[in-house]
């Protein structure tokens, strides 16, 4: 299952979950110095228009509704961060087969409730579907797919299939394993997995 079907959304997603790629918003995850993508509320909006969780006129009415309330628009960026991190978290023990933490597991449980007060079955000319009620200009509107998507991943059999990339010096990168023999290991060949060819190789020449 993709969440362009789950969702009825044109994604645009490396992952193919909104969750994993929420995740991979800050690169270097593993290390003591991530790389942050989303370090305002207004890259999170661009971040969520990318991948299309907003559209265009709905990531400007936020945006101007965040400019109207500054205070609650601090509390939703972190509250976004702190979601973000529960998900690396959750799925980083997941990858490694490991049991994730029941602190995190209470963390999404708790986003998640906030997050299915809103959800609803909507009736279209092709039949039914999923769809989001409430206040169209929620600043937190962009949590409620994310959270739901965790969840999702995580009750379902593609989770054996999801993966962190294994540079050692901390990349952290979350995949979703597409190799018929699940053999996949970084985040690229192209990246991580040609420096840690490259480096492997001279071990061995050194040796």
Known sequence: ??????????????????CLD???????HASDHPDEHIGTYRKLVSWARDV?????????????????RPVRTKRVH???ISLRETIYQ?????????????????????SLSEALV????????KGFDWGWSGDENALDRILWPIARSAASL???????????????????????????????RWCDMKDCGNRNKVRRYYARKRK
């Open 1 to 18: 299952m993709t969440e362009t079907n789950a969702y009825n959304l044109p994604l645009k997603l490396e992952t193919g979950w909104i």
């Open 22 to 28: 929420f995740a991979n918003t800050a690169e270097w």
């Open 52 to 68: 299309g969780v907003l559209e265009n006129q709905e990531a400007e009415k936020i945006l101007q509704e965040s400019r109207q």
């Open 78 to 80: 972190r509250q976004a």
């Open 90 to 110: 959750i799925f980083s023990a997941v990858a490694e087969d490991r049991q994730p933490e029941s602190s995190n597991l209470a963390a999404l449980n708790a």
């Open 118 to 125: 809103h959800l609803r079955l909507l009736q279209s000319e």
């Open 154 to 184: 995580l009750t379902s059999d593609a989770i054996e299939r999801v993966g962190e990339c294994a540079d050692d010096r901390g990349c952290g990168w979350l995949f979703f394993d597409m190799s018929r023999n699940r053999s996949r």
